[in-house]
């Protein structure tokens, strides 16, 4: 059965090929929907971008058909934007002078018009989805982005039983995908479905408080190589922290993306900047030229050019979270640690002032070829699917991106744990060669004691 999308300008904000996304069915623009993206389309940042290039989408079409009549879609299905409905009644509650009530009334027109057609609502706006239930009209998030609650639960490593005279195998080459198992109800052992790079907690069949940690590497479980370093002094609390330390003690020829996902206290920002310094002070063989750091942030983004100052001073309040974990891995006697605040701030600075380690705003990072750096992206899960696909197209060659985040913290408007760029980058490059990724379980937060204590309790 055909139906008839009616899309909300926050869709083509966030992803302007929408238009092209409903393949044989009917796609119903709202005029006021075109107003929007013209007052958009001067804005900075992203949402600018993004009305741009919806409009130049709509004048392609406009060139190959009327769009007000309709115009044939390449996907098969028709666009048309509707300009009818101003006079459909609306509860009084409900200004006919607002843009999604405008939006609602073309919905409810186009139901009258015709009662036989399935007319949906898409759009972002959890608001205007529950003001679209009460009038009766069916509303949708936009889910060509959303990663699927099955895909949602990967966390890049699994625990399987391994024989026990396969130990010393294991150790010295790895062993056959097949050799690891897991058992039923019954006992019974049963195969794993494992991805390429998802790390494994292996179980010792005859001893089972003996484990071994590996990885999934081109049909085989091989040995993690980087099990015994101790990243700028930095050493490894618990089993997530070693598998994070593996991937990103890789080289970025073997390993350019790694995504780590946990919650608050997990090391995330902690563990990538050790490995970081490691790489350019305790081991500085060219792997690297720099450390660039970025940290998007919901209410920042878009209005960074009207900050006063410059680039630095305009982010520089996005970056003490990583002055924060700089100041403890650059002074790692935690007894003495902050008896001297004024030299702890100079060895920070000098690390700034040496170009070693770099701040940048997201929207400055896209676009660039970035080469041979080490590129840690914090917080990505305010990151819309387009930046993160942005960025990581455009890694130039010797370049390592670390996205972190946690999915369930989410800042951004119109995102949720299953549409967010970290979550979408995560299910996209799942199983690719190039890509590690894990995820930091709440037990594993090093953070502090009352840290552990409300991950238990709130």
């Not at 970081?276 to 060219?286: C, F, I, S, T, V």
Request: charged share 30%; net charge negative.
């Amino acid at each position: 059965m055909k139906k008839t999308y009616v899309l909300d300008t926050n869709v083509l904000i966030q992803a302007p090929y929408a238009l092209h996304c409903f393949e044989e069915h009917t796609v119903v623009l709202p005029l006021v929907v075109l107003e929007e993206l013209d007052g958009l389309k001067k804005a900075e940042g992203e949402r600018g971008a993004n009305a741009r290039t919806a409009i130049r989408m709509l004048e392609e079409l406009r060139l190959s058909g009327d769009l007000f009549e309709g115009t044939r879609l390449p996907e098969g299905g028709l666009l048309r934007i509707e300009k009818n409905f101003v006079h459909v009644e609306l509860p009084p509650d409900l200004p006919e002078d607002k843009a999604d009530n405008r939006i609602l009334m073309v919905c409810r027109g186009l139901q009258e018009q015709n009662p036989e057609e399935q007319v949906v609502l898409v759009t972002k706006d959890l608001v205007l989805r529950i003001k679209a239930d009460i009038l009766g009209v069916q509303a949708e998030d936009f889910t060509t982005e959303q990663v699927s609650p099955d895909d949602a639960l990967y966390t890049g490593r699994a625990e399987a039983y391994l024989p026990e005279e396969l130990a010393k195998e294991f150790k010295k080459s790895g062993v056959p995908l097949d050799a690891v198992y897991l058992t039923d109800e019954n006992g019974e052992r049963k195969r794993l479905l494992l991805t390429e790079n998802e790390f494994l907690v292996l179980k010792l069949d005859q001893s089972s408080k003996k484990t071994l940690l590996g990885r999934v590497e081109g049909g085989r479980v091989v040995p993690l190589v980087y099990k015994k370093s101790r990243p700028y002094g930095v050493s490894p609390r618990n089993v997530g922290q070693y598998f994070m330390q593996e991937a990103l003690m890789t080289g970025a020829d073997k390993a350019p993306l790694v995504i780590i996902k946990g919650m608050a206290g997990t090391a995330k920002t902690f563990y990538s900047l050790a490995v970081g310094l490691e790489k350019l002070y305790n081991n500085p063989n060219g792997e690297y030229r720099r450390i660039v750091i970025s940290r998007p942030n919901a209410q920042f983004d878009e209005d960074i050019g009207f900050l006063p100052g410059d680039e630095q001073e305009k982010i520089a309040p996005l970056m003490r979270p990583v002055i924060d974990n700089l100041e403890q891995l650059l002074d790692s006697d935690e007894g003495r640690r902050y008896e001297n605040e004024m030299q702890l701030g100079d060895k920070v600075s000098e690390i700034f002032e040496r170009g070693l380690i770099q701040t940048e705003a997201l929207n400055f990072i896209r676009g660039r070829s970035i080469v041979k750096t080490y590129l840690i992206i914090d917080e990505a899960q305010n990151m819309t699917p387009n930046q993160v696909k942005g960025i990581i197209t455009r890694a130039g060659r010797g370049t390592k991106i670390i996205l972190l985040g946690d999915p369930h913290q989410i800042d951004r408007p119109f995102l949720n744990e299953r549409t967010n760029g970290l979550s979408y980058a995560a299910n996209a490059m799942k199983g690719s060669p190039l890509c590690w990724q894990i995820s930091l379980s709440a037990q594993e937060c090093e953070r502090s004691e009352l840290a552990m204590d409300a991950v238990k309790r709130l």
